[in-house]
């Protein structure tokens, strides 16, 4: 095997820049605090006793590795392909998302940072934090728009059991987006005490950088279980995208592996052709919104429009801006899948694996099942079941007119 | 030279600092407002370009951005306010004031194109920091529209010299560590954090976010800024009294800025 030079891999340039993408775009109030962060950041990278700390807790805390796991039946009933999925929804707190939490307290306490801010939009984010927060002794605030408090309440109920303080938040539309906005806003407020805990690869360099880097142990340990498993690399890596914290977790290690295609998945919603969806890549333009370039749901005046999912997970009106750049220089490729087929696919791998997938990976499901037709019985599919169902289930029951 | 350049040049040999007004384009009859300010006692105008996300403003300008735009309203729509504004008024500096999206959207070079027929003076987009500016400021920069920057508490000294380097007009210095209109933040030693900005930039500098009563303007124009800025109070005083209720307040304001320095 050829070695190939590090292309892909070595962004973002030191002005947080993914080719045209990412970048800092805050109020000055934020630019010391970004900076200072990127400092602590790049010198805790550099130390290997946070890196043994991290992987400690990841081990025993989290319970990784997570296991990759072939799923023979979903292989079976595809027709083509195997399928292999990397578990990680078995992570404690039900998703990938504690990954990033981990790290990024981990780096709050060494910087001295007293407090945890969050957002949050169906409350998975939230409670990653609320929990490993909890498990630091941090006072932790969660930042959720009004509306998903209403539609969440176990979540919210969730995040208080651990200790953290809730705010509803109504300004704007009271959304995910404002959720982000209001904890932007509070970190302009109290600058020096506060660490905020961003949940994906967007918003202000070092964000993108750093989340990724913290959700890449998806992908390094899935690369060396495929080599592990099957001796040999899978010919697509699929994820599910809304910010794309797993995805581009799963993608990275990776990226410099030129026969692996990227496959990302996006929430098309009631279609690409309505204007419900949250297909940032392929229902966008490029803009700026959250501290970062990259493409956005926007109307003709350059305002922000609210992005639709059945999954709260995906129904994010920008996308990080790492993925913008693979998509442009067509490193990866991004796809999309409705409303309709993740639930289709909610329930048939429900019932084929014994796996309740959350509404977010049952979108990528959706384009497992077409890539493993194309790809036929030689081909190789790695997926990241990146959370599971059950925050899902009385959301799908009410779809399917069954009352629990 | 612009219009910012000569105002801050005749307050200067006034012995006075000035006042400036912020309303958002679109919230209410704001042609009406616009076209009241100078002879209520404005010195400079910022005009709110309105957006779904406005991370640094507080919940007045938030609410305020939101009906504007439910209204209607474009940045096409405030370039064309502000293009009847300049047509009635010679004198009087404007100011657009919001965030980037929008602007890029529209185009940095069709941006300032349209904006220096429509009369602007300035550019304060909150969320392009200097390393982000570039390639607005030389559009601007080639229609003579200056890009005014913001200052804050946590602006250090060497970040003094990058807010410095390319900015004109006025710097903006925001009082506290919030988010415009709360002065919840942590407070902070206004008069000396003006003298270090002015003297790191050479510029005037208007000290803005959180002042909203006419004595915490005297306050603050007597302790050597340049200018005061008052946004959400006015902002407020329009949605709840309307235009007249705005315009009793821009001159008391005004009457109190004008007293205290």
Known sequence: MTVKPNAFSQYPDAEGRFGEFGGRYVAETLMPNILALEKAYEDTKADPAFTAEFEDFLRHYVGRPSPLYFAERLTEHFGGAQIWLKRDELNHTGAHKINNCLGQVLLAKRMGKTRIIAETGAGQHGVATATVAARFGLPCEVFMGATDVERQAPNVFRMKLLGAKVHAVSSGRGTLKDAMNEALRDWVTYPDETFYVIGTVAGPHPYPMMVRDFQSVIGREAREQMLERIGRLPDAAVACIGGGSNAMGLFHPFLEDESVRLIGVEAAGKGLDTPDHAASLNGGEPGILHGNRTYLLQDADGQIIEGHSISAGLDYPGIGPEHAFLHDVKRAEYVSATDDEALEMFQLCSKLEGIIPALEPAHALARVRDLAAELGPDGVILMNMCGRGDKDVPQVARMLGVEV | ?261
Do not use: W
């Open chain 2, 1 to 261: 030279m612009n219009r910012l350049t000569t105002t801050f040049a005749r307050l200067k040999a006034d012995n006075r600092a000035g006042f400036v007004a912020y309303i958002m384009a679109g919230d209410g009859e704001t042609a009406e407002l616009l076209d009241a300010l100078p002879a209520a006692g404005a010195d400079v105008i910022e005009l709110g370009m309105p957006f779904t996300d406005p991370m640094a403003d507080g919940p007045a300008i938030q609410a305020a951005a939101l009906r504007s735009l439910d209204s209607g309203m474009t940045l096409k729509g405030t370039l064309a306010l502000a293009k009847t504004f300049r047509e009635k008024h010679a004198e009087t500096p404007l100011v657009l004031m919001g965030y980037a999206n929008p602007v890029h959207h529209y185009g940095y070079a069709a941006f300032a194109t349209a904006a220096a027929d429509a009369g602007i003076d300035g550019l304060i987009c909150v969320d392009l920091p200097p390393e982000e500016d570039t390639e607005l400021r030389e559009a601007l920069a080639a229609v003579n529209i200056s890009i005014i920057r913001l200052a804050t508490p946590t602006t250090n000294d060497d970040r003094l010299k990058i807010v410095a380097e390319g900015s004109s007009g006025f710097v903006y210095y925001v009082s506290t560590t919030g988010v415009t209109g709360m002065g919840k933040g942590a407070a902070t030693d206004v008069a000396g954090a003006v003298k270090r900005v002015q003297t790191a930039t050479g510029l005037p500098v208007a000290v803005g976010f959180g002042v909203r009563t006419p004595e915490e303007a005297a306050e603050i124009a007597s302790g050597g800024a340049d200018a005061v800025v008052v946004g959400s109070a006015i902002v407020s005083a329009n949605h709840d009294g309307g235009t007249k209720t705005a315009l009793e307040l821009v001159r008391s304001i005004s009457a109190a800025v004008r007293a205290a320095s």
